[in-house]
């Protein structure tokens, strides 16, 4: 049974930073696309960033360009998201996700539908 599990969220102070976290088992996800999306309040899921297989490849949203890495590594199973200059918008529930179709390993991709696996979120709150 594969297994996303995000933590490394709480409630930081804007400018502040955080990493998140997404540690995986159950399945090969060394050879998965893994993303990290976002969900405001009363806002529909957007795309934050997502790294390739291989993690050479990876695509970031205009919003938190600049100011968030995405990283993974495959000898620990785990993804992670380096959150810096934290604005309050910033403010949503933080979610992995794992397009577990067979890609090259270079590819990345931003769609929600592309991912059919999801963690069950952590909630990231930025104070002004």
């Known amino acids: 049974q594969d297994q996303l599990v995000e933590s490394g969220g709480g409630l930081v102070q804007a400018g502040g930073s955080l990493r998140l976290s997404c540690a995986t088992s159950g399945g090969t996800f060394s050879n998965y696309v893994l993303g990290w999306f976002r969900q405001p309040p009363g806002n529909d899921r957007e795309f934050i960033a997502a790294?390739?297989?291989?993690?050479?490849?990876?695509a970031v949203a205009d919003s938190v360009k600049g100011r968030f890495t995405i990283s993974r590594d495959n000898a620990k199973n785990t993804l992670y998201l380096q959150m810096n200059s934290l604005k309050s918008e910033d403010t949503a529930v933080y979610y992995c996700?794992?397009?577990?179709?067979?890609?090259?390993?270079?590819?990345?991709?931003?769609?929600?539908?592309?991912?059919?696996?999801w963690g069950q979120g952590t909630q990231v709150t930025v104070s002004s």
């Open positions: 790294i390739s297989a291989s993690g050479t490849d990876t």
């Open positions: 996700a794992a397009d577990r179709a067979v890609h090259s390993a270079n590819y990345v991709t931003s769609r929600p539908r592309d991912y059919d696996y």
